[in-house]
């Protein structure tokens, strides 16, 4: 099944990717996105993926930690300790939709919500 970046996600994907260059350089800024991309991929292929949650009280939104795809990316890329999640939803055409990426520090329910308002618009 495809995927597609929805609302802001692009926006979000190209700020994490900016941070990692400033703090690990471009290699690392590479190994992220490839990261990110393998997540895509991952839940693209299966939207159910048993390594995403349902978002409680937030009727179909899933996060995927990105670390709980790192075995997906060949050893030599792999980023040590990812720290973000993947929020995504399979839209009324059946695509996977990526609304957004958060920091596993940010409130969860809050972030989902501000990703589907930019999503939708």
């Not at 048993?50 to 792999?78: F, M, N, Q, T, W």
């Not at 929020?87 to 990426?101: K, P």
């Amino acid at each position: 099944m495809p995927f597609r970046l929805a609302g802001t996600a692009d926006e979000q994907i190209d700020r994490i990717l900016e941070e990692s260059e400033a703090g690990w350089g471009l290699e690392g800024a590479d190994r992220y996105g490839r990261l990110i991309l393998a997540a895509m991929n991952a839940i693209g292929d299966d939207p159910g993926n048993p390594a995403s949650r349902l978002i409680p009280r937030i009727r179909g939104v899933r996060a995927l930690h990105l670390h709980s795809v790192r075995d997906l990316v060949k050893r030599e890329h792999r980023v040590g300790s990812p720290r973000h999640l993947l929020l995504y939803r399979v839209a009324s055409d059946g695509v996977v939709e990526v609304i957004g990426l958060v920091h596993d520090r940010q409130q969860l329910a809050r972030a989902v919500r501000r990703a589907q308002r930019e999503a939708d618009r």
